[in-house]
């Protein structure tokens, strides 16, 4: 599976960015994308998932109300907006696939996930 993100770039406090994540075709049903981040000295930490097959999605508490994951199915694209950004929003952004879903729900930990982007970083200054 090869994933490439776009999107990333510099915004104010309070403003809004939407990254975008191609992937190459699954042909199965039983995968999830995730949206993973790194800040500098941090460890690389789970944000949002989505399960394209039935649009079931999972966030951590720090992006909830504010960040949303969605997906185009017949682009095989995943986007994550992010609006009310903050400042401890900044980071290297990734996104990736965990094949092993299956009936599941999407993971957010960042070891379930088997193929990976080469990120894009967002800086959000105050």
């Known amino acids: 599976v090869q994933l490439m993100e776009s999107g990333g770039g510099w915004v104010q406090a309070g403003g809004s960015l939407r990254l975008s994540c191609a992937t190459s075709?699954?042909?199965?049903?039983?995968?999830?994308i995730g949206w993973l981040r790194q800040a500098p000295g941090k460890e690389r930490e789970g944000v949002a998932c989505?399960?394209?097959?039935?649009?079931?999605?999972r966030y951590t508490d720090s992006v909830k109300g504010r960040f949303t994951i969605s997906s185009d199915n017949a682009k095989n694209t995943v986007y994550l907006q992010m609006d009310s950004l903050k400042p401890e929003d900044t980071a290297v952004y990734y996104c990736?696939?965990?094949?092993?879903?299956?009936?599941?729900?999407?993971?957010?930990?960042?070891?379930?996930?088997?193929?990976w982007g080469q990120g894009t970083q967002v800086t959000v200054s105050s």
């Open positions: 990736a696939a965990d094949l092993d879903v299956h009936s599941g729900t999407c993971s957010l930990d960042l070891y379930d996930y088997d193929y």
């Open positions: 075709k699954v042909t199965y049903d039983g995968y999830g």
């Open positions: 989505i399960k394209p097959s039935d649009g079931s999605t």
